[in-house]
T-cell receptor
Framework: DTEVTQTPKHLVMGMTNKKSLKCEQH?????MYWYKQKAKKPPELMFV???????INESVPSRFSPECPNSSLLNLHLHALQPEDSALYLC?????????????FGDGTRLSIL | KQEVTQIPAALSVPEGENLVLNCSFT??????LQWFRQDPGKGLTSLLL?????REQTSGRLNASLDKSSGRSTLYIAASQPGDSATYLC????????????FGGGTRVLVKP
């Protein structure tokens, strides 16, 4: 079982909907990440939070809005998405935002935009 | 800009055979290399992390080697089992990109009973 929990597992939404993805970890990790993965492609980094502060935004469109309300929780708020945003969204965490530490991934949320 | 390549893209072996998975990278100024496994529709499971100062890491039937100067890493899985069927991804962190993981395209492995 993964120690990074993502909900929901699947989400179908229309282009005008607003929804949120949730990620939780209880390993005491202080760095958390959002990745997007299209079919048969490797994950692409979207955002990094370190100590609940946004450290990296990989030029992600504003229709994706991350939030880190506390050290265990990471949200991704979605609004006015496009069909090309359909993908597997993965959350990851590491003990600190340091190069020598492995990242641990959740099972992802499969997002489909109608 | 770092490029990470995994060849072949797909591999099929009979059960019991040893698996050899390759990963190559263009910029040898890496901090470390991490191997992941991904089952269909699932997240990534971290298998091994090799720091740039290390030559290899072992965990059970898995052994990963790193040759930084030639830009290569190899993941060996001994005595493969059908449960080893998955996509295996390697990813590097390098001095240019900092803590950002640069992934290879993955090798899809099928172990036939």
């Amino acid at each position: 079982d993964t120690e990074v929990t993502q909900t929901p597992k699947h989400l179908v939404m229309g282009m005008t909907n607003k929804k949120s993805l949730k990620c939780e970890q209880h390993m005491g990790h202080r760095a958390m990440y959002w990745y997007k993965q299209k079919a048969k492609k490797p994950p692409e980094l979207m955002f990094v939070y370190s100590y609940e502060k946004l450290s990296i935004n990989e030029s992600v469109p504003s229709r994706f809005s991350p939030e880190c309300p506390n050290s265990s929780l990471l949200n991704l708020h979605l609004h006015a998405l496009q069909p090309e945003d359909s993908a597997l969204y993965l959350c990851a965490s590491s003990q600190h935002y340091r190069v020598d530490q492995p990242q641990h991934f959740g099972d992802g949320t499969r997002l489909s935009i109608l | 800009k770092q490029e990470v390549t995994q060849i072949p893209a797909a591999l099929s072996v009979p059960e019991g055979e040893n698996l050899v998975l390759n990963c190559s990278f263009t910029d040898s100024a890496i901090y470390n290399l991490q191997w992941f496994r991904q089952d269909p529709g699932k997240g990534l499971t971290s298998l091994l992390l090799i720091q740039s100062s290390q030559r290899e890491q072992t965990s059970g039937r898995l052994n990963a080697s790193l040759d930084k100067s030639s830009g290569r890493s190899t993941l060996y899985i001994a005595a493969s089992q059908p449960g080893d069927s998955a996509t295996y991804l390697c990813a590097v962190r390098d001095e240019a990109a900092g803590n950002k993981l640069t992934f290879g395209g993955g090798t899809r492995v099928l172990v036939k009973p």
